[in-house]
T-cell receptor, first 117, second 110 residues
Framework: SAVISQKPSRDICQRGTSLTIQCQVD?????MFWYRQQPGQSLTLIAT?????????ESGFVIDKFPISRPNLTFSTLTVSNMSPEDSSIYLC??????????????FGPGTRLTVT | GQSLEQPSEVTAVEGAIVQINCTYQ??????LSWYQQHDGGAPTFLSY????GLEETGRFSSFLSRSDSYGYLLLQELQMKDSASYFC???????????FGAGTILRVKS
C-alpha cells in the first residue's frame, strides 16, 4: 500500500496569510485527492489533482482559494489562501490503489491540522 | 447525487458484537466501502463490497444488499482499540471519487 507523508503536520496561522501543504507519495499515482475534515465531521473532497492537468474542484471550492500543484506523479501541494478562522480544519491528501476484490482503496496521509487565529 | 446515512454514535462493551448500518442513495453504484478513523489519525480502509453478501476479514465483516441500498459493518469480539469513527463511502457517478457518510462514533466500554 502507498505510504503518504504530509508537511507540515500542524500549523497555527494568522488570518489573511496563506499556507502551502505538501503531500509526498512513495509510488507513482495518477490521481491525488485533497480533503478537508472539520472537527467531528466527515471528509469533504476539495479537489482531485491529476499530473499534467488542472485540478478538478468540487462545488464550494475554488482555485483562487485552494490552488493546487501537481508537478509529478508522486507529489502535490495544496495552498490555503487568504485564511480565515473558518479554514481551521484538518487537510488530508489521499491516493487510490486497486485492491484485491476489484475495489479501489484510498490511502490517506496523516493530515495537516491547521488553526487560523 | 449521492447521500449516505449512518448512525451518529454507537456504544458497546468489550467482547460484544456491534453492527453499524449504512443506507445510501446513488445515481449509479460502484460498491460500498468502510473506513476507520481513530481520534487524531488518518482514515484507513477496512472493506469493500460490490456484490451482495457478507465479506469477512478477521473480526470485521461487511455486508451489502444492493436491492435495499443498504450495508453494514459488523465488528466482533470488540476491543477497546476499536473505539473510533467509522465511515461508509460510495463512489460517485463518474466513478472517480468517493463520497463519505457522516461517520459513526463507536465507543467501546470495559
Amino acid at each position: 500500500s502507498a505510504v503518504i507523508s504530509q508537511k507540515p503536520s500542524r500549523d497555527i496561522c494568522q488570518r489573511g496569510t496563506s499556507l502551502t501543504i505538501q503531500c509526498q507519495v512513495d509510488s507513482q499515482v495518477t490521481m491525488m485527492f485533497w480533503y478537508r475534515q472539520q472537527p467531528g465531521q466527515s471528509l469533504t473532497l476539495i479537489a482531485t489533482a491529476n499530473q499534467g492537468s488542472e485540478a478538478t474542484y468540487e462545488s464550494g471550492f475554488v482555485i483562487d482559494k485552494f490552488p493546487i500543484s501537481r508537478p509529478n506523479l508522486t507529489f502535490s501541494t495544496l495552498t490555503v489562501s487568504n485564511m480565515s478562522p473558518e479554514d481551521s480544519s484538518i487537510y488530508l491528501c489521499s491516493v487510490e490503489e486497486p485492491g484485491g476484490t476489484g475495489s479501489y482503496e484510498q490511502y490517506f496521509g496523516p493530515g495537516t491540522r491547521l488553526t487560523v487565529t | 447525487g449521492q447521500s449516505l446515512e449512518q448512525p451518529s454514535e454507537v456504544t458497546a462493551v468489550e467482547g460484544a458484537i456491534v453492527q453499524i448500518n449504512c443506507t445510501y442513495q446513488t445515481s449509479g453504484f460502484y460498491g460500498l466501502s468502510w473506513y476507520q478513523q481513530h481520534d487524531g489519525g488518518a482514515p484507513t480502509f477496512l472493506s469493500y463490497n460490490a456484490l451482495d453478501g457478507l465479506e469477512e476479514t478477521g473480526r470485521f465483516s461487511s455486508f451489502l444488499s444492493r436491492s435495499d441500498s443498504y450495508g453494514y459493518l459488523l465488528l466482533q469480539e470488540l476491543q477497546m482499540k476499536d473505539s473510533a469513527s467509522y465511515f461508509c463511502a460510495v463512489r460517485d457517478l463518474s466513478g472517480n471519487k468517493l463520497v463519505f457518510g457522516a461517520g459513526t462514533i463507536l465507543r467501546v466500554k470495559s
